[in-house]
């Protein structure tokens, strides 16, 4: 009995916790690198899983298509933001409330575009392999395999991205210094972009990978953004790749497990106490580096 | 020139009590309740957005506990009306107070992170109900927080009365009106003393200049928590009067669509400015009362406007009055951006 219930929660866990590691690592990305926190991160989750939906049902593309075709507009999503409105108000050093402000507008704004275009009913997504593999009791459909496997992909590739290639060296330049890196001659408006377009690429992966599980609706991403935040806090703002995926997990546990023992609805209570706990202890994150 | 100051709001006032004499009209009195409503949760918004550089996401929030609790009280324990008016207030400046305790400690950036999530943790757990209600009602099957249809629902909030008076929306809304009036009114002026105060000008030394104002020997920890807490005070006000005048209060209250509102509100109407998110209050809610059948397309609308301003004008209209006035008196001022 215990055993399977170890069994199913430990399932949940890497699947919740990849999903938020996506979402804490666009996050905190663009904190380190334009030190503020992107609002409209969780819309971009929803953006995600529409967008699939729309090429799948409404243009019959193959699955495989949508999910290639989402990558470049992802992309383009977070590069138009940051270019073309965020970057005026950073240009003039508005401070963490306007740009808070901003991005939470444009947030709403696109989910209210899908909302006028897609309308409020449920909506689920195929799964790119049907049926499941069994581990004694428990069961593991290949869609939360697929999970696994894709969200460590993407965080390898990101890695590879930031460390071994010219824009992902620039871009930790800038994160260390700005000044310094427009005295090296690298363009940090283009910088600032990019790095808002693979954030918005990570979420929205996120949000096709999460649309199979759940129900979309133009809300859903706002959820995901909460518990994202739970983890910035809890974790710390700039406790890079490993700090951040760490909580995730850790975060990711704590409320399956307390899913699994507890009415539903008493769990998000309990995972904001934890929080307060956790920054009572350390109230700079528990995982900053020094 | 010392008594000119209150020159202008004393015309708005009397402006204001003289409405329902010449035109008590129910649909301009209702949209009038709910502009002193929104109009008093702006205000004390702004004590902590405008006033601290301190972005309470989760302010809504404190709006609806104080409605709950108040609902709660009156309903299930039979709390006289005036009486919960007055613990639910008192609960949730005590909520405030601890929340900005632990929170404020993490930084402005952890503030506004924890806060959104508090906002929508708080949202979940009153969609779900929070167990069954005490008494005879739960064991009909209605749940703490009434869920998704809200509580009040089956059994209206009872309203507060004075004599035989009942204070409420319904089909005589003048009563209800002059209560909100001078809700309003009171707030406002303590809100105005308070950020006048030494209070305020700490405040607001922190904001522009943390590092010189800690050297100056301000504790940011006390002035910060003292601003949140009494903003969250004014907020559970508001909320509980609005339970007790709706009789009923659904989640939605605290969705997104009144969070954007109340966003608009407090940047359109100038952040840091008191006045401006009350005279912002009289534009926008009076713009949604007309955009009411447009549901989404007004939530847009809202959010584009206060983009805009935010890229164009971000001093909103205290800075456009500001702006005026120079030129009125040929003294060039310049453009000011906000920096926080």
Known sequence: MLVDDFAGILISTLVSGSIYSLMVIGLTMIFETIQYFNFAHGTFFTFGAYFIWYLINISNLNYLVAILLLLPTSFILGFIMQRFIVQSLVEREAGHIILILATFCIGVVIENVILIVFGGRLKRLPYLFEGYITFGEATMSYHKLLILITSTLLLVIFTFILYKTKRGVAMRAVAQDREASYLVGINVKGIYAITVGLSSILACMGGWLMGCLLFITPTFGGDMLSKGFIVCTLGGRQSGMKGSVFTSYLVAFIETTLMRYMPMYNVPPILFLIVIIGLLIKPEGLFVRT | ?340
Not at chain 2, 31 to 59: A, K, P, R, T
Not at chain 2, 292 to 315: D, E, Q, R
Request: aromatic share 16%.
């Open chain 2, 1 to 340: 020139m010392k008594n000119l100051q209150y020159f202008f709001p004393l015309i708005i006032l009397g402006i204001l009590l003289s409405i329902p004499l010449i035109a008590p009209n129910p649909f301009i009195l209702q949209l009038l309740i709910s502009i002193f409503i929104f109009g008093q949760v702006s205000e004390s918004w702004d004590l902590g957005m405008g006033y601290l550089g301190l972005f309470n996401f989760g302010h809504l929030a404190f709006f609806a506990i104080g409605a709950y609790t108040s609902g709660i009280l009156a309903l299930y324990f039979g709390v006289s009306p005036w009486l919960a008016l007055i613990l639910s207030s008192l609960l949730t400046f005590i909520i405030g107070l601890l929340f900005s305790l632990v929170t404020i400690r993490a930084g402005s950036f952890a503030f506004s992170l924890i806060s959104f999530a508090f906002q929508s943790m708080f949202l979940h757990w009153v969609r779900g109900g929070g167990g069954p209600a005490p008494g005879k009602m739960g064991e009909g099957g209605a749940t703490f927080t009434g869920g998704t249809l809200g509580l009040g629902a089956i059994i209206p909030i009872p309203h507060m009365q004075i004599g035989s008076i009942a204070i409420t929306t319904g089909i005589n809304k003048i009563p209800a009106y002059y209560f909100t009036l001078i809700l309003f009114v009171i707030s406002t002026y303590t809100m105005y003393k308070l950020v006048n105060s030494r209070f305020g000008l700490a405040a607001v030394a922190l904001r522009d200049s943390r590092t010189y104002a800690i050297s100056r020997g301000i504790n940011p920890l006390t002035y910060n928590v003292i601003f949140i807490s009494f903003s969250t005070f004014f907020a559970g006000l508001a909320g509980s009067t609005y339970a007790h005048l709706m009789g009923v209060i659904s989640p939605e209250i605290i969705g997104w669509s009144n969070l954007v509102l109340m966003c608009c509100i407090v940047e359109f109407g100038g952040l840091g400015t008191l006045f401006g998110p009350a005279a912002a209050s009289f534009l926008i809610t009076s713009l949604t009362y007309f955009l009411a059948g447009l549901s989404a397309y007004k939530n847009i609308i809202i959010a584009l406007m206060m983009l805009f301003t935010l890229l164009l004008w971000p001093t909103g209209l205290a800075g456009a009055a500001s702006w005026f006035k120079s030129w009125f008196l040929k003294k060039r001022e310049r453009f000011k951006w906000i920096r926080f």
